[in-house]
């Protein structure tokens, strides 16, 4: 069902972010991760920002909606629309309960993998071990405008948003993402008599995972090192 917009400036525009429209929107997108090994919290960051961008383009509103981390303070962005992003929480993956009736912090933690062994290359002779581990990242997302009803539209859009490209994020090798739903909305003000943001958050679980390269030349030759450090302050 299309989200409707309605500016202070009375221009309606039609949204409706489902079927074809998804999948013409997800082909403007470039999916191509330099680092195929890097699929963690930073590059959500980044492959979020390359969405919102591209369909706010794509709709021709690119210049009335900021998405940031930080909440700008300057005087030309304050007039704009505004998401920012938040992390909450972080923490290694965890397996399912195994019953409705245990608490969360008895959940198991997804134990750090080992992918592979490989050569090295810089080391004839050495390996290297390859691990991944799995983490829940809580993000909190707010849409903030100059008005409260702009604001929540603004928020219906991103929960169109995330539901619809769920395809996107998982072609670039990001896990799962769930909706956790809205928090109370909020106010900000930059400054005292200052222009006042209303805000409303939104909170997502997504799992992401993280690349370790265990280089084992170098592993040996640290703890060599250590131990030669040891050896000779107890000799002196």
């Not at 060599?224 to 302050?233: E, K």
Request: charged share 20%.
């Amino acid at each position: 069902m299309p989200v409707e917009f309605v500016y202070s400036d009375q221009i309606e525009a039609q949204y409706d972010l489902s079927g074809e429209t998804a999948q013409q929107l997800t082909q403007v997108l470039a999916l191509n991760n330099p680092n195929p090994d890097h699929k963690d919290i930073d590059y959500f960051y980044v492959l979020m920002q390359q969405l919102i961008q591209a369909i706010l383009v794509y709709y021709g509103e690119n210049t009335n909606v900021i998405y940031t981390h930080e909440f700008p303070v300057t005087e030309q962005l304050k007039w704009k629309e505004i998401i920012t992003t938040k992390l909450l929480s972080r923490h290694y993956a965890r397996v399912s309960k195994s019953s409705p009736t245990e608490e969360e912090n008895v959940r198991a933690y997804v134990p750090l993998a080992r992918m592979q062994q490989i050569p090295d290359p810089e080391y004839p002779g050495h390996t290297i071990n390859v691990y991944e581990q799995g983490y829940e990242n809580i993000i909190e997302f707010t849409c903030w405008a100059l008005t409260n009803e702009e604001a929540n539209k603004r928020a219906l859009w991103f929960e169109n948003i995330m539901t619809d490209f769920a395809v996107f994020f998982g072609a670039n090798g990001i896990g799962k993402i769930f909706y956790l739903g809205r928090s109370e909305d909020t106010q900000k003000s930059t400054q005292p008599g200052d222009l006042v943001h209303f805000g409303c958050p939104l909170n997502y679980r997504v799992f992401t995972s993280k690349v370790y390269k265990e280089r084992l030349k170098i592993l040996k030759e640290v703890i060599l090192s250590i131990r030669s450090g040891v050896d000779t302050a107890s000799s002196s």
